[in-house]
């Protein structure tokens, strides 16, 4: 077959099997659309099934139960030094997990009609991509969503090619155990990576160009976090710069700023991601991208192009798969022609570091540069029951009220948890709830989520 032979009409193709991609396409084949997924590597998960999300979490949970074990010698409990072996660890992370995952997604698409096609798409107008690799085609559409996502962002100016040097995607495969190794990049997929390595057992060192760790989120919260990386790892240098990387053969050397420098055995580049939006033909549309190349979109995931829509993270920030997931439905919903709109108060955040780092909607530091007034409720885990039981006092959780009204504008909280906890701060800025509705809430006794109802308390006396 000549390529460009096969047309093949549908209501909607999906451009990117990933979190927001799948979730729409799931959609639309719900409402009745006939929709196809077209994916380079011909699979559902995106980079949050296969590079990113899920894998990162599976050796978070690896590293806790390594802490643990650690832990326990406090309670009396001693399980001896842990015996790490690389090859059953990847098969599990990639058979157990990952392929787990990725074939009950492929269950889902088969049984709603959704095929997934595997190659590349680039527009050859507002109406049609072409298909090229293994099923090379044309497709015409009535709609496109376009949900590429993001790919690990490089070092600027650092032009070193050697496999001693990793982004997120190679460190996750877990080539080895470094004995030493360097972090570029102090937020949170830096922070959890490192506390990977670390309780694998390389001494690791966090270099971050800002002054703090986790820029973004409140420096309250960050100091529990700041305090437990301090002790796992080697070092961390806060205002510095590296400057440059050069193989020696035995390692790489990496030189700070203007002045020392100082040798690894691997170094792990992480310092953001950006979209994936090059090669589309975007240019074949009327779909804007923006200096930083995020495609713009409404609040509805239309582009200016009324045939174009886009969900995830090449429509900006916060790259965050739960976002990308709801806007993918409010796509579905809108090209179906129901009444749809991205209108969520707040996309909450979680750092799956130990201890977590969780939050959503107002930050304290947002409303101070903001100039905006707030009362902060704060409850520390030193006073929690449930904390105590669990060896795991170190943690905060906090309130930012609106002082007039009560209610309540974001939710902050660290320590084990956190990331589930988050779900009912998040609820309650969705629902404009007052600090008095936590309050009055029974909470289950001892929980941590009691942390919440005891944070909203100190505001009734």
Same mark, same amino acid.
């Given at each position: 077959m000549? @390529?460009?032979?096969?047309?093949?009409?549908?209501?909607?193709?999906?451009?990117g099997?990933?979190?927001?991609?799948?979730?729409?396409?799931?959609?639309c084949a719900?409402l009745?659309l006939?929709?196809?997924? %077209?994916?380079?590597?011909?699979r559902?998960?995106?980079?949050?099934?296969?590079?990113?999300c899920i894998?990162s979490?599976a050796l978070?949970h690896v590293a806790a139960?390594?802490?643990?074990?650690e832990r326990? &010698?406090?309670?009396?409990?001693?399980?001896?030094e842990? $015996?790490?072996?690389?090859?059953?660890?990847?098969?599990?992370?990639?058979?157990?997990?990952?392929g787990?995952?990725?074939r009950?997604?492929a269950?889902?698409?088969?049984?709603?009609?959704?095929?997934?096609i595997g190659?590349?798409?680039?527009?050859?107008d507002?109406?049609?991509?072409? /298909?090229t690799?293994?099923e090379?085609?044309? /497709?015409?559409?009535? #709609?496109?969503?376009?949900?590429?996502?993001?790919?690990?962002?490089?070092?600027?100016? /650092?032009?070193?090619?050697?496999?001693?040097? @990793?982004?997120?995607?190679?460190?996750?495969d877990?080539?080895?155990?470094p004995g030493?190794?360097?972090v570029?990049?102090g937020?949170?997929i830096g922070?959890?990576?490192?506390?990977?390595?670390?309780?694998?057992?390389?001494a690791?060192?966090? +270099?971050? @160009?800002l002054?703090s760790?986790?820029?973004?989120?409140d420096?309250?919260?960050?100091?529990h976090?700041a305090?437990r990386?301090?002790?796992?790892f &080697?070092? /961390?240098r806060?205002?510095?710069?590296?400057s440059?990387?050069?193989d020696?053969?035995?390692?790489?050397?990496?030189r700070?700023?203007?002045?020392e420098?100082e040798?690894?055995d691997r170094?792990?580049?992480a310092v953001? $991601?950006?979209?994936?939006?090059?090669?589309?033909g975007?240019?074949?549309t009327?779909?804007?991208?923006?200096?930083?190349?995020?495609i713009q979109v409404?609040?509805?995931?239309?582009t200016?192009?009324? #045939? +174009?829509w886009?969900?995830?993270?090449v429509?900006?920030e916060p790259?965050?798969a #739960?976002?990308? @997931?709801?806007?993918?439905?409010?796509?579905?919903?809108?090209?179906?022609? $129901?009444?749809?709109a991205?209108d969520?108060v707040?996309?909450?955040?979680?750092v799956?570091?130990?201890p977590e780092v969780?939050?959503?909607?107002?930050?304290?530091?947002?409303?101070a540069?903001e100039g905006r007034?707030v009362?902060i409720?704060?409850f520390?885990?030193?006073?929690?029951?449930?904390?105590?039981?669990?060896?795991?006092?170190?943690g905060?959780?906090?309130?930012? %009220?609106?002082?007039?009204t009560?209610?309540?504008l974001g %939710?902050?909280?660290?320590?084990?948890?956190?990331?589930?906890?988050i779900?009912?701060g998040?609820?309650?800025v969705?629902?404009?709830?007052l600090?008095d509705?936590v309050?009055?809430?029974? #909470?289950t006794h001892?929980t941590?989520?009691?942390?919440?109802?005891?944070a909203?308390?100190?505001?009734?006396?």
């Amino acid at each position: 077959m000549v @390529m460009g032979d096969l047309v093949r009409e549908v209501d909607v193709a999906v451009v990117g099997g990933g979190p927001g991609g799948y979730s729409a396409a799931f959609r639309c084949a719900e409402l009745g659309l006939e929709t196809v997924v %077209v994916d380079l590597d011909k699979r559902l998960g995106g980079a949050c099934l296969f590079e990113g999300c899920i894998p990162s979490k599976a050796l978070l949970h690896v590293a806790a139960v390594l802490s643990e074990a650690e832990r326990a &010698k406090e309670f009396g409990v001693d399980f001896g030094e842990p $015996r790490i072996s690389l090859d059953p660890l990847r098969k599990w992370k990639s058979e157990r997990v990952i392929g787990k995952l990725a074939r009950g997604l492929a269950g889902v698409a088969k049984g709603k009609n959704v095929e997934v096609i595997g190659g590349r798409a680039t527009f050859e107008d507002a109406r049609s991509v072409r /298909i090229t690799g293994d099923e090379p085609q044309k /497709i015409r559409f009535k #709609h496109v969503i376009l949900a590429t996502g993001s790919a690990p962002a490089s070092l600027p100016g /650092i032009d070193l090619k050697t496999e001693r040097l @990793m982004d997120s995607t190679a460190a996750l495969d877990v080539p080895e155990i470094p004995g030493r190794l360097l972090v570029i990049g102090g937020g949170y997929i830096g922070l959890e990576l490192g506390q990977v390595y670390a309780a694998l057992g390389s001494a690791v060192t966090v +270099v971050e @160009m800002l002054d703090s760790l986790l820029a973004g989120a409140d420096a309250d919260l960050v100091q529990h976090l700041a305090r437990r990386c301090q002790r796992m790892f &080697k070092a /961390i240098r806060l205002s510095t710069r590296v400057s440059a990387l050069r193989d020696t053969g035995g390692g790489i050397e990496a030189r700070f700023g203007e002045g020392e420098a100082e040798t690894f055995d691997r170094v792990l580049v992480a310092v953001g $991601r950006t979209p994936r939006t090059q090669g589309l033909g975007l240019e074949a549309t009327r779909a804007r991208v923006t200096e930083r190349g995020f495609i713009q979109v409404d609040e509805r995931g239309r582009t200016s192009d009324p #045939h +174009v829509w886009a969900v995830g993270d090449v429509t900006g920030e916060p790259m965050l798969a #739960h976002r990308a @997931m709801r806007q993918g439905k409010v796509v579905a919903e809108a090209i179906a022609g $129901r009444p749809a709109a991205f209108d969520n108060v707040v996309v909450p955040a979680v750092v799956f570091t130990d201890p977590e780092v969780a939050w959503c909607g107002l930050t304290e530091s947002q409303a101070a540069r903001e100039g905006r007034a707030v009362k902060i409720a704060r409850f520390q885990w030193a006073a929690s029951g449930r904390a105590a039981t669990l060896g795991r006092s170190d943690g905060l959780t906090k309130l930012v %009220v609106d002082p007039d009204t009560g209610r309540v504008l974001g %939710v902050g909280i660290v320590g084990p948890g956190a990331g589930e906890l988050i779900a009912e701060g998040a609820l309650a800025v969705e629902t404009a709830l007052l600090a008095d509705d936590v309050a009055l809430t029974i #909470h289950t006794h001892p929980t941590l989520s009691e942390t919440l109802m005891e944070a909203a308390e100190t505001l009734l006396r």
